[in-house]
């Protein structure tokens, strides 16, 4: 035993350099699960306020392509309400209910790592929580892990963790989207079964299986289907309908009946996914 | 003043600007200049070495908080804080360093800074990158991202030396 302590004290600088990496690969492996990075990630309002106040320097930079894609918003936003209240009333009504959109302004975003992020200026005081799906005005963006009493991170839809149920529009066919690529318009659909044959154009929305984010909003559209020789699922790229690299505002979205969903779910313990 | 202060100075400084400005920089995704490391490349060459560990876990730590890459920084800096002292050995081994002294280039020469320089962020750049993709499969795109983010955050540790060393005792 004694010697064991005269060897660590000897080799001090060696041991602890060992130990600091351990704890430190230990910290990284555990922050690539998305279960656990639920749970790992501690987001504080300190980070949040660095972050917002370049924000609000840097911002004034980008208000008017930021205007242009507002205003495209809201021309998209009347054409669509017109279409359904005149077509299925009843419907927006659930849909109402169900689901409730607060907007909240990017403060901080990152397109090129492996592993991205988005911080926004809303948290729990705003009734943001974690899990909740996150969109921008024309898709998907990413799911809320952390939040804190005023800013909330985001687990982008270009991080190696994020995995989206999605639907391909014409047939209706169950698929799931990743971001495989490290190119941050662009991602892939997996999982397609072997007999569709997917063309460019082909509209790919959210599934609305997963109590995250609602049926049918839009993720991309596919640019991309090379037929593979084996039987196996397959693949295709698809080019996301949200730009990353100008995410401006994000709506986050509050599923009201969750609890009661996961609940029927998975009576046993409540977790999706 | 005191040699604490002035490192605890230079430490928040060199955060702010990584934190605040490079961080921000957008250069195709491959050109990713990691500039925090210059704090521990001018601590004094006596540092009692755990203390280096140490100071080099934590510089990481504050990476990995606003970066949400929780342990990648942390995991790379204490490599660099491991080989400092050897590379120090290896390229300065006939300069005499009094107790509180930092490898400045008034003292290791531009060359000698360089070097040091250059063989440190390159280490740090090399783990920091290949454990954010966790994989070899695009290995050679990945070692050019290294070379190039290595050669351009060694470019602007030395342009800032060079505007602020002068002033540094």
């Given at each position: 035993m004694?010697?064991?302590?005269?060897?660590?004290?000897?080799?001090?600088?060696?041991?602890?350099?060992?130990v600091?990496?351990?704890?430190?690969?230990?910290?990284?492996?555990?922050?690539?699960?998305?279960?656990?990075?639920?749970?790992?990630?501690?987001?504080?309002?300190?980070?949040?306020?660095?972050?917002?106040?370049?924000?609000?320097?840097?911002?004034?930079?980008?208000l008017?392509?930021?205007?242009?894609?507002l205003?495209?918003?809201?021309?998209?936003?009347?054409?669509?309400q017109?279409?359904?209240?005149?077509?299925?009333?009843?419907?927006?009504?659930?849909?109402?209910?169900l689901?409730?959109?607060?907007?909240?302004?990017?403060?901080?975003?990152?397109?090129?790592?492996?592993?991205?992020?988005?911080?926004?200026?809303?948290?729990?005081?705003?009734?943001?929580?974690?899990?909740m799906?996150?969109?921008?005005?024309?898709?998907?963006?990413?799911?809320?892990?952390?939040?804190?009493?005023?800013?909330?991170?985001?687990?982008?839809?270009?991080?190696?963790?994020?995995?989206?149920?999605?639907?391909?529009?014409?047939?209706?066919?169950?698929?799931?989207?990743?971001?495989?690529?490290?190119?941050?318009?662009?991602g892939?659909?997996?999982?397609?079964?072997?007999?569709?044959?997917?063309?460019?154009?082909d509209?790919?929305?959210?599934?609305?299986?997963?109590?995250?984010?609602?049926?049918?909003?839009?993720?991309?559209?596919?640019?991309?289907?090379?037929?593979?020789?084996?039987?196996?699922?397959?693949?295709?790229?698809?080019?996301?309908?949200?730009?990353?690299?100008?995410?401006?505002?994000?709506?986050?979205?509050?599923?009201?009946?969750?609890?009661?969903?996961?609940?029927?779910?998975?009576?046993?313990?409540?977790?999706?996914? | 003043?005191?040699?604490?202060?002035?490192?605890?100075?230079?430490?928040?400084?060199?955060?702010?600007?990584?934190?605040?400005?490079?961080?921000?920089?957008?250069l195709?995704?491959?050109?990713?200049?990691?500039?925090?490391?210059?704090?521990?490349?001018v601590?004094?060459?006596?540092?009692?070495?755990?203390?280096?560990?140490?100071?080099?876990?934590?510089?990481?730590?504050?990476?990995?908080?606003?970066g949400?890459?929780?342990?990648?920084?942390?995991?790379?800096?204490?490599?660099?804080a491991?080989?400092?002292?050897s590379?120090?050995?290896?390229?300065?081994?006939?300069?005499?360093?009094?107790?509180?002294e930092?490898?400045?280039?008034?003292?290791?020469?531009?060359?000698?800074?360089?070097?040091?320089?250059?063989?440190?962020v390159?280490?740090?750049?090399?783990?920091?990158?290949?454990?954010?993709?966790?994989?070899?499969?695009?290995?050679?795109?990945?070692?050019?991202?290294?070379?190039?983010?290595?050669?351009?955050?060694?470019?602007?540790?030395?342009?800032?030396?060079?505007?602020?060393?002068?002033?540094?005792?």
């Amino acid at each position: 035993m004694r010697n064991l302590f005269l060897f660590l004290k000897k080799n001090q600088f060696f041991v602890i350099f060992v130990v600091l990496q351990l704890v430190s690969l230990s910290l990284l492996f555990n922050s690539y699960s998305y279960h656990k990075s639920l749970s790992f990630n501690t987001v504080s309002d300190f980070r949040g306020m660095v972050f917002s106040s370049y924000d609000a320097i840097v911002d004034y930079f980008y208000l008017r392509a930021e205007n242009e894609a507002l205003v495209e918003e809201n021309a998209r936003l009347r054409s669509q309400q017109s279409v359904v209240v005149s077509d299925q009333d009843s419907v927006v009504g659930i849909h109402d209910t169900l689901y409730q959109y607060v907007a909240a302004d990017v403060v901080s975003n990152t397109v090129h790592r492996r592993n991205n992020f988005i911080t926004i200026n809303k948290g729990k005081l705003a009734g943001v929580e974690k899990e909740m799906g996150v969109i921008s005005g024309t898709g998907i963006a990413g799911i809320v892990i952390g939040v804190s009493d005023n800013y909330a991170l985001i687990m982008s839809l270009l991080h190696q963790n994020a995995i989206i149920s999605a639907r391909i529009k014409k047939n209706q066919h169950l698929v799931n989207v990743a971001w495989k690529t490290r190119d941050h318009t662009t991602g892939m659909v997996i999982d397609i079964p072997s007999h569709i044959q997917l063309v460019e154009g082909d509209t790919i929305l959210s599934s609305g299986n997963s109590l995250i984010f609602p049926k049918d909003i839009m993720i991309g559209t596919i640019i991309d289907h090379q037929k593979s020789a084996s039987k196996g699922l397959e693949e295709a790229t698809l080019k996301f309908s949200t730009e990353f690299n100008r995410l401006g505002h994000v709506y986050i979205i509050k599923n009201q009946h969750k609890e009661e969903q996961q609940q029927l779910l998975n009576p046993e313990q409540g977790s999706n996914e | 003043m005191s040699n604490t202060i002035k490192h605890s100075i230079y430490f928040l400084l060199i955060m702010a600007l990584q934190v605040l400005a490079l961080n921000h920089m957008n250069l195709g995704g491959y050109l990713n200049p990691y500039v925090y490391v210059l704090f521990l490349l001018v601590l004094p060459v006596h540092i009692n070495k755990s203390l280096l560990l140490l100071l080099g876990f934590t510089t990481g730590l504050c990476m990995d908080y606003f970066g949400n890459t929780l342990g990648l920084h942390a995991s790379a800096s204490v490599l660099l804080a491991f080989m400092r002292p050897s590379v120090i050995q290896l390229f300065f081994k006939n300069l005499d360093f009094s107790e509180r002294e930092s490898p400045m280039i008034s003292r290791v020469g531009f060359m000698g800074f360089l070097k040091y320089t250059f063989v440190l962020v390159f280490s740090h750049h090399l783990l920091l990158f290949y454990l954010e993709v966790l994989s070899f499969t695009d290995g050679v795109q990945t070692l050019l991202a290294v070379l190039l983010s290595s050669l351009l955050s060694t470019a602007v540790i030395m342009i800032l030396v060079l505007i602020f060393g002068s002033r540094k005792t």
